[in-house]
């Protein structure tokens, strides 16, 4: 399916940050992604289980929302050139919602099956995004405040890069298995 230039562009920034947590992920033994810094610090599987639950909430959200399409909103505007940006406050580490929180030893191999299958689900929300004026279709972030649909896919992108970046720092800490 086509999708409208600001959709298609979303569309590959999700991609992009997930091929990156992807890379940094894969051929990890079960060791090293069960490996903690500290006990007050993720692991690497619950990392990628963290952004795997967050990922299929939006998907469950975006479902919902388009439930709600008002009457007039069914189609994606011809004016809408650029998603608008997540709100300010998304940076810095904040304690996640119960419903997004992972699960220490699962099976790596399992972990990034589900990670992938998860992502192939959500093209088919993105392509359902590409026929709707997202903006029109909000939800309030517990953290953020009121985002539209559009921001909410934005903020699983940049949720993955803030990760990667915790998912790197995991692997460069002192004690970090290199099997």
């Known amino acids: 399916m086509a999708l409208p230039l600001p959709v298609e562009r979303l569309w590959d920034e999700l991609q992009s ?11 990890l033994s079960q060791r090293q992604a069960d490996w903690k810094p500290s006990e007050h610090d993720w692991s690497v599987g619950e990392i990628v289980d963290h952004l795997t639950l967050a990922e299929i909430n939006t998907g469950k959200l975006t479902t919902k929302l ?3 399409l008002p009457a007039g909103a069914a189609a994606f505007p011809p004016d809408l050139v650029e998603f608008a940006p997540v709100p300010s406050g998304a940076a810095g580490p904040a304690e996640a919602p119960p419903v997004v929180w992972p699960a220490h030893g699962k099976s790596i191999g399992e972990l990034m099956a589900t990670m992938r299958a998860t ?20 939800f309030k972030h517990f953290r953020l405040g009121e985002m539209d649909l559009g921001q909410w896919w934005r903020l699983q992108a940049s949720h993955d890069l803030a990760h990667l970046q915790q998912l790197r720092e995991v692997k460069a800490s002192p004690g970090f298995p290199r099997e």
């Open 17 to 27: 940050a997930r091929a990156e947590l992807l890379r940094e992920a894969e051929r």
């Open 66 to 68: 388009l439930k709600e």
């Open 119 to 138: 992502r192939e689900r959500s093209r088919q929300s993105i392509e359902r995004l590409a026929q709707c004026d997202p903006r029109v279709l909000t």
